[in-house]
């Protein structure tokens, strides 16, 4: 595992609460210009209709090689100052997906559990979820962190991840990955994230809610 960098420059948040979110579409033909990103819009899209507080992306549209997700990671880390990053693509068993490779690379800590979920979540509408090779990980520097979690490439697969799963009144049934985000971006030092219940509760232990402003 690399060992944490040194100082970095603090970003300038536009609130003291607002989250920085690095959002990365890797595809070799959309990155070239022969079809659109869908990735990154869904995303942006989707982190729209959830979150409550304020938040603000950082956005790259890169190839699918190994060391240029990696050193795209690193830049969104260690000088942009995201608190997460959000990768789209890049990780089924094809010789050219790399992506969960590249993103161990850059890794200070693992974060198995949100592959688990993913993949669990998948299962419930194909079998081959299993091929799915997303991660998650922790990456530190001396003086930030953030949270870099794969997704999978299709908008569908996206939302359904993200959220979880649904019956058909609207309540949850198995809960999606980002319910567990804004309380892992807490204990790693980050801002203070809240969303928006209809789409994601996000579940913090008693202690560790913020009390409601009067």
């Known amino acids: 595992m690399p060992k944490p960098v040194t100082m970095m420059t603090k970003p300038t ?27 990154i819009p869904s995303l942006q899209t989707w982190l729209d209709e959830t979150l409550a507080t304020p938040w603000r992306a950082e956005t790259r549209l890169i190839q699918d090689d190994a060391a240029t997700i990696s050193a795209t990671l690193v830049e969104l880390v260690d000088q942009a100052g995201c608190d997460l990053v959000l990768t789209t693509g890049g990780t089924g068993p094809a010789r050219r997906d790399v992506t ?14 949100f592959g688990e979920q993913m993949r669990q979540i998948s299962l419930n509408f194909v079998p081959t979820a299993i091929l799915s090779r997303q991660v998650a990980v922790i990456r530190e520097t001396a003086d930030h962190a953030a949270l870099i979690i794969n997704l999978p490439g299709q ?43 209809e789409t994601v509760a996000a579940f913090r232990p008693k202690s560790a809610i913020r009390p409601a402003k009067s």
Do not use: W
């Not at 979110?21 to 990735?39: H, P």
């Not at 969960?100 to 559990?113: C, D, F, H, Q």
């Not at 999606?176 to 980050?190: E, H, K, N, R, S």
């Open 100 to 113: 969960p490779e590249a993103t161990l690379t850059v890794a200070t800590k693992p974060m198995p559990g």
């Open 13 to 39: 948040r536009n609130h003291p609460d607002e989250l920085i979110v690095g959002l990365v579409s890797i595809s070799d033909r959309a990155s070239q210009g022969v079809y659109e990103d869908k990735g």
């Open 155 to 197: 908008p569908k697969s996206i939302r359904e991840t993200l959220e979880g799963l649904k019956d058909g009144e609207g309540k949850t049934t198995v809960p999606g990955i980002f319910a567990a985000v804004p309380y892992c971006i807490d204990l790693i030092g980050g801002p203070y994230i809240e969303t928006r219940p």
